[in-house]
């Protein structure tokens, strides 16, 4: 067959290339017949398209080649031939129906296989007329084939997937998608596809090819948001959208305004894999107000944040947000994320912030931060995950408090204010208590309250100058007992089953003292 560039091809030995060049080669032998690749593997190729001095085409080093298509370039097929089964059908035709499986030797019988219903089989192959969904991955496919086949053959197809096939032009996709009038799902990931020339985009711009389309696969295919831009008339009733791993940096353009609203039902669009570096970028992507999935793993993004204007909110039905592996080194763009009124699921491992603080850290964080989260990184949390969670916050803001009181932690954190409203404030420590920290007590609680009297009694190593306040708040804790309708009593070892009776409420700090003695010496 006769090459032409930007032709893609595929080696016998399965490496895919396009072509780059076309026509003579001075210095080889012969110098005529040779066809120019780009691989799409580094390394396949020796060169940058120079050959002694002169250069043919360009591409980077390692990924160049001068091939003899004939002897190094397998043929391409038509989408009738690899769904007809064409291909394998002559030589299942000429099979031979009985073979020797182990020929008689050394006195032992022959054993012969029969190939049993043969002419069924080849009448089953060829039965395509009910196909609804149809993989063919590598396949080499680069055409449509007979169109009046595909019409009676394959115009029930729904779920096409045609990933890393020999596809570059959109005039040959919609060409395909002509006869496949039930198609809802096609994969093209791997085929690398050409931006339409003007007579193409006018084509896709009136079509109805893609009317039924309403999930979308196009990753590694070198598409970009202004082919993107064509396709949108196109396909208004598209769904899921994954272009990943296509080398693209930006969504807005700098001509005009994009309108996304030509995609008004959809719903998950994957960009992971890109180099999306400015997350004002993916704010142009608020403009699909349906959007309940946006995947952005793999990019080069330092932050988030989103805009809050009047009668507009970003993302409002977004559900899965996922960030892993880009630059975010911030807390705020975690409390920017909990904006989110629906977020349930969150991707966040390999972000800067999350090295810093440690896999089971950071997901301890994000729990206790955003409380709407069900599954972070891909792990299901649990009511026990979240109540460990939002324990550990409060307990870290209280650890770096630096002196600051319950309140001034509270005003400067809304987390943390929340959390302590759902927990009970802390139990903070003076100077004084930590200077003494190393005269520990053992103390043990037992609640008589009608909501608690059942928990078996706890004990807690305290600080000998702990205030009856934050012992107070620590019982609140424990018991889920409002401070203001606690008492606190004494109770020794010779009145295991009878409480004492005396409240601490007169010498307020002698008293707690004295309860803290009392118990340590109970318990020792």
Same mark, same amino acid.
């Given at each position: ?301 330092? /932050? ?5 204007? /009047? ?44 090295? /810093? ?168």
């Amino acid at each position: 067959m006769q090459h032409q560039v930007g032709d893609r091809v595929q080696s016998q030995d399965g490496f895919r290339a396009t072509v780059r060049y076309v026509g003579s080669v001075t210095g080889a032998t012969p110098e005529d017949g040779w066809v120019g690749l780009e691989w799409d593997v580094e390394g396949r190729g020796k060169h940058d398209g120079t050959y002694k001095g002169a250069r043919y085409f360009e591409c980077a080093d390692g990924f160049g080649s001068f091939v003899r298509p004939d002897s190094v370039l397998a043929n391409p097929l038509s989408f009738q031939v690899r769904t007809d089964g064409s291909e394998f059908g002559e030589d299942a035709a000429g099979a031979e129906e009985k073979m020797d499986f182990r020929s008689a030797e050394k006195g032992k019988a022959a054993i012969v296989c029969e190939f049993v219903g043969k002419e069924r089989e080849l009448q089953r192959m060829q039965k395509t007329s009910k196909l609804e969904h149809v993989t063919l991955i590598g396949a080499r496919i680069w055409s449509v084939g007979d169109p009046a086949w595909l019409k009676e053959n394959a115009s029930g197809v729904k779920v096409l997937i045609l990933d890393d096939n020999l596809f570059s032009s959109w005039g040959t996709v919609l060409e395909l998608l002509a006869h496949l009038p039930q198609l809802q799902v096609l994969s093209l990931n791997g085929n690398k596809m050409v931006p339409p020339d003007a007579a193409i985009s006018k084509i896709i711009d009136t079509s109805s090819n893609f009317q039924s389309l309403t999930e979308l696969a196009l990753k590694t295919t070198r598409v970009d948001f202004d082919q993107l831009d064509r396709l949108m008339y196109a396909i208004p009733t598209l769904k899921n959208l994954r272009i990943a791993n296509n080398n693209i940096t930006q969504i807005s353009s700098k001509d005009f305004e994009r309108k996304f609203d030509k995609w008004p039902k959809l719903e998950l669009l994957d960009l992971s894999d890109n180099k999306i570096d400015d997350w004002n970028e993916v704010l142009h992507l608020a403009k699909f107000r349906d959007l309940q999935h946006l995947l952005l793993n793999g990019n080069l993004l330092r /932050e988030v944040f989103f805009n809050r204007v /009047e009668n507009f909110v970003d993302f409002p039905e977004l559900k899965t947000l996922a960030v892993a592996n880009n630059q975010i080194g911030s807390m705020h763009s975690i409390f920017e994320i909990k904006k989110l009124a629906n977020i349930v699921d969150l991707k966040f491992q390999g972000n800067p912030l999350a090295v /810093e603080h440690g896999v089971v850290a950071m997901r301890s964080i994000l729990i206790a931060v955003i409380p709407g989260l069900t599954s972070v990184n891909g792990s299901e949390v649990r009511s026990r995950d979240k109540l460990e969670s939002e324990k550990c916050y409060i307990a870290t803001c209280v650890k770096h408090a630096a002196g600051r009181s319950v309140e001034d932690i509270a005003a400067s954190d809304p987390t943390f204010a929340a959390l302590i409203q759902k927990h009970g404030a802390p139990v903070m420590q003076d100077a004084a208590a930590r200077s003494n920290s190393s005269t520990m007590l053992s103390v043990t609680l037992k609640s008589m309250a009608s909501d608690s009297c059942s928990k078996a009694p706890l004990t807690r190593k305290l600080p000998a100058s702990m205030t009856v306040a934050n012992l107070k708040r620590m019982c609140q804790q424990l018991f889920k007992l409002d401070v203001s309708k606690q008492s606190l009593y004494v109770k020794s070892k010779d009145e295991i089953d009878a409480w004492t009776g005396i409240p601490v409420a007169c010498f307020v700090r002698w008293r707690l003292i004295f309860v803290l003695q009392l118990t340590a010496w109970m318990t020792t």
